[in-house]
């Protein structure tokens, strides 16, 4: 018999496996279109603005935010760790040691 732990470790794979294939996909459309558009299209000048230079780039905008989405996973992860572990060891205290090691009985024939 499969144990369920694996079992749902291979459908989370199948499912990255998927979303990877998905993500590849898109990406190769938009290689595709950016190349086509570009290809028909006049160059468009850049506009000169003020201060346009501090402003963070499009890469520092997603780490910065994949990395703040990193953090609070963990923090959330952190915390229902923190709630399994209080109210299982409550539950454990109130319903004390498992009923068949109170009772003595004698074996069946």
Same mark, same amino acid.
């Given at each position: 018999?499969?144990d ?16 990877? &294939?998905s ?7 938009? &290689? ?33 935010a ?26 454990? &205290? ?8 109170? &009772? ?6």
């Amino acid at each position: 018999m499969t144990d369920t732990s694996t079992v749902s470790h291979e459908i989370q794979g199948q499912i990255l496996d998927t979303v990877r &294939k998905s993500q590849d996909a898109v990406v190769d459309a938009i &290689k595709t279109w950016t190349e086509a558009v570009q290809s028909i299209t006049p160059a468009i000048p850049t506009p000169s603005l003020p201060f346009t230079d501090k402003l963070p780039k499009p890469e520092e905008l997603v780490a910065s935010a994949y990395d703040f989405a990193e953090q609070l996973l963990a923090s959330q992860r952190k915390f229902a760790e923190s709630v399994l572990e209080v109210t299982s060891s409550a539950a454990a &205290k109130k319903t004390g040691p498992p009923a068949s090691a109170s &009772k003595t009985h004698s074996p069946a024939k």
